[in-house]
């Protein structure tokens, strides 16, 4: 396919992918779908410092790229699942290898916090 035959906004693959998934609560959402599907009350459990309006924006931006599946239950009590799409789905190596880097980096904090510590405890 060429450049022609689509319309791109984006100079970059890596600025498209940061569009769409990028952004403080967008990576957290897709964590906790990664691992099923969600109501919105769970991924405000699990985000507890995310706004209502701020977790409903997100997952509407991520229904309309594509991402994000919602489903509407009709009963009383209205009830409404999110999942990942197939779409959604094929971020799985992007989401583990930021959590293992995540982790990674974490560790490396504690490691020069701990050694930080001992340095001043020996000055």
Known sequence: MTENEWDCQYDCPVEATVNVIGGKWKPQ?????HQGTQRHSDLKRGLPTITQ???TLQLRELERDGIV??????????????????????????????????????????QQT?????????S
Do not use: N
């Open 114 to 122: 701990t050694q930080k510590a001992i340095d001043s405890l020996k």
């Open 53 to 55: 309006r701020m977790l």
């Open 69 to 110: 599946k919602r489903t509407v239950y009709a009963q009383v009590p209205p009830k409404v699942e999110y999942s990942l799409t197939e779409l959604g789905m094929t971020l799985a190596p992007i989401l583990e290898a930021m959590f293992d880097w995540g982790e990674k980096y974490l560790e490396t904090l504690k």
């Open 29 to 33: 959402i897709l964590y906790y779908l």
